[in-house]
């Protein structure tokens, strides 16, 4: 049966949690959490957490899974040094850097690979069971089909079975970053997407706000997926919340009604969507929280509160008893794995009248109330005319309970041993000490025809354009970049084996599993801005898994990406308007229809986004939008500040041919830019 994993983003809705039947908690600490809002545990909540957890049988999960800078590695080693010491079950990460960690200092930890890796297809699942880890957490979006081709890999999967949706997928998101410096890489995120952004031009919409997920309902087809464990999402959520959807999902798995009347009174926006695991998006899936939904809330937060008053049963336990003349009383409670504890009372005094009998020894001993213990019986082995108090049989009966959950959390408990080790002890000699080369990503074939192609390293346009351009005409520059989503993973091999036999030599990896299918069909993997590379490590393990270099995040300060120990020639975006969120689901086509699609989108401030479609049915992309910064990245006058950098990443969208010929000059001799409203993106500022 697959695990319960419930939220537990503060104490109290740990208990809730505990209380409701989980099988497993993931928690955060007070560093490295992707809630850092949430009021997550300090160390030695941590350790009680762990401690309350493992008397129950109840596994927890520590998720360090924020992008973890240079500035940040021994601290974050710290936090897995003291995760591994109170016997955490395992961590939940999307730095590659906790890899590195985990792989020198303690192999015998667990590793989770955080849905943040954005892995969604075979290979990447492949590559994070190369990689040492035990689970993949899934994408959201993925269908029931998908989901259970995916936990037939040999690895654990986990799901998404309750909570809410973000509008892109995750690991992608760089809105809020964009729009205040909020990191949703980093556990800062302001929900953006939760705003008036519209797809017409003067209406109030919200047309990048989903409803919450909820497959509960169906859970019969979640259990046939094969999937390891059921997660809900609410580390930001109240108690109440946590309780009721443990509590749903517990029922449901059982076969029973899981009430969702009662879910989405608790917390909903405008009720509930299924379309990702159905296959079916659209505007279904779109929905608020509204000022009616919240009322509903606030009504029924008290009655919810009887879901966790009481402990949850979660073993049986028998006990013997013994009470002999001149000899302490004795008595032994032991569970169903044979954990068991003795405690000795007073030595029973002489009955003056009638002795002690089994029934009255089992009358107190029964009642164990508010423990996580089902009564199953006593042996009693009572000599004759002895008598022991009520009140010490109640003492007995809480000493032995008390000591069976600590025998409990011990024998529950995995501590695991740390060994402190270098991780930055590797070669950082690919610093680049020549000319900075560039490097353009075009959106049509159009935009090759004002500039000398001797200009640029390499050509980088997407598949279906590779697919319509003279590879060998380009003379070894041109470059595929594979799709950062995908549903059909295998026709993407296929079609890169036939551009390999028309010359392409060259792939950028938008996400990991790229990397997997670059190493298999011999081709050379340039590692893109998707993977998230933050730090000196995550390059290094990057190029270990064969990327011969890498595109930093953009998230990163220009000071940031200077000082990193490039272990591969390392490169940054520095012109063009940058993705801020990667979707599968069309904000446009929802509202307005792909007929009238005017590919942009209006914020609250009316501002303009440009949206970028690589829908397979339309142009032969492959399933996801793109939303863009309103506006245009421009570095040309500053790459002084990018010293080191072997590259930079010309990225051009809708321009023209003069307009690209006109900017790759900028950036060969360091102009100014010969465009209005530009912006230096988080080069300067920075993130939180």
């Known amino acids: ?278 296959g079916k998006t659209g505007a279904e899936m779109f929905g608020r929280r509204d000022s009616k939904d919240a009322a509903v809330s606030v009504s029924v937060l008290p009655q919810l509160h009887e879901l966790y008053r009481s402990e949850f049963k ?121 000319q900075m080369k560039i490097r353009i990503e075009i959106s049509s074939l159009s935009q090759l025809e004002k500039i000398d192609i001797c200009d640029t390293e390499f050509v980088t346009m997407p598949l279906s354009l590779c697919e319509k351009a003279d590879i060998a005409a380009l003379g070894g520059k041109a470059m595929a970049a594979l799709p950062r989503f995908t549903f059909d993973e295998d026709g993407v091999v296929e079609r890169l084996k036939a551009l390999k036999e028309k010359g392409l030599r060259n792939i950028l990896a938008t996400n990991l599993a790229h990397l997997r299918i670059g190493r298999q069909l011999g081709l050379t993997v340039h590692g893109g801005f998707g993977l998230n590379a933050v730090n000196s490590v995550a390059v290094k393990m990057l190029g270990e898994l064969g990327a011969c270099d890498v595109t930093a995040s953009f998230e990163l300060k220009a000071a940031q990406i200077r000082a990193l120990k490039k272990s591969v020639p390392v490169g940054f975006i520095g012109y063009g308007r940058l993705p801020a969120m990667l979707t599968v689901n069309c904000p446009i086509r929802q509202a307005v229809g792909c007929a009238k699609c005017a590919k942009r989108l209006f914020d609250p401030t009316g501002r303009e986004l440009s949206v970028r479609c690589s829908r397979r049915s339309e142009n032969g992309g492959e399933g996801y939008v793109e939303i863009l910064n309103s506006d245009v990245l421009f570095t040309a006058d500053k790459l002084n500040d990018f010293r080191g950098a072997a590259f930079v990443v010309l990225c051009f969208d809708g321009e023209t041919p003069q307009q690209v010929a006109e900017i790759i000059e900028a950036y060969k001799n360091g102009g100014k830019a010969p465009i209005e409203n530009i912006t230096r993106g988080l080069y300067y500022r920075g993130i939180i």
């Open 314 to 434: 979660r073993d049986r336990v028998r006990f013997v008893f013994k009470a002999q003349a001149g000899s302490p009383v004795e008595l032994v409670a032991c569970d169903t794995q044979e954990n068991r504890f003795t405690a000795l009372g007073d030595a029973p005094q002489t009955a003056q009248n009638r002795g002690l009998t089994a029934e009255q020894v089992e009358k107190q001993l029964k009642k164990l109330g508010d423990t996580i213990y089902e009564y199953d019986g006593c042996e009693c082995k009572i000599g004759e005319m002895l008598y022991v108090s009520p009140a010490q049989l109640n003492a007995l009966r809480r000493e032995v309970c008390v000591g069976l959950d600590g025998v409990r959390a011990a024998a529950n408990g995995r501590r695991v041993a740390f060994a402190n080790a270098d991780i930055t002890d590797f070669d950082g000699g690919c610093e680049s000490d020549g």
């Open 1 to 278: 049966m697959a695990e319960i994993l419930s939220p537990a983003g503060s104490a109290e809705a740990l208990e809730a949690a505990l209380r409701c039947g989980c099988d497993a908690v993931y928690v955060g600490g007070k560093s490295f959490s992707a809630r850092a809002n949430a009021a997550n545990f300090s160390d030695s909540e941590l350790a009680e957490a762990v401690r309350l957890c493992h008397i129950r049988g109840v596994k927890l999960y520590l998720a360090i899974n924020t992008l973890i800078f240079d500035s940040q590695l021994e601290d974050c080693k710290r936090a897995v040094e003291l995760a591994a010491g109170i016997g955490v079950d395992g961590l939940i990460t999307q730095d590659l850097c906790l890899v590195e960690i985990v792989r020198k200092c303690c192999p015998d930890m667990e590793l989770h690979a955080s849905t943040q890796m954005t892995l969604h297809t075979q290979n990447g699942v492949e590559l994070a069971k190369e990689l040492g880890f035990s689970r993949a957490v899934l994408s959201r979006e993925l269908p029931e089909k998908l989901i259970k081709q995916l936990s037939q890999l040999g690895i654990e999967t986990e799901i998404f079975v309750h909570g809410a949706l973000c509008m892109s997928v995750s690991g992608q998101c760089f809105m809020s970053a964009l729009i205040g410096s909020r990191s949703a890489n980093r556990g800062l995120c302001a929900q953006a997407c939760r705003l008036a952004v519209s797809a017409v031009k003067g209406q109030e919409r919200y047309d990048l706000s989903l409803k919450d997920m909820s497959v509960l309902d169906v859970m019969d087809r979640v259990l046939a997926t094969g999937t390891a464990s059921l997660k809900i999402e609410g580390r930001m959520k109240r108690p109440e919340y946590v309780a009721k959807a443990t509590d749903s999902a517990y029922k449901a798995c059982k076969g029973l009604d899981s009430d969702m009347k009662g879910l989405a009174e608790v917390f909903s926006r405008n009720g509930f969507t299924k379309g990702y695991f159905e």
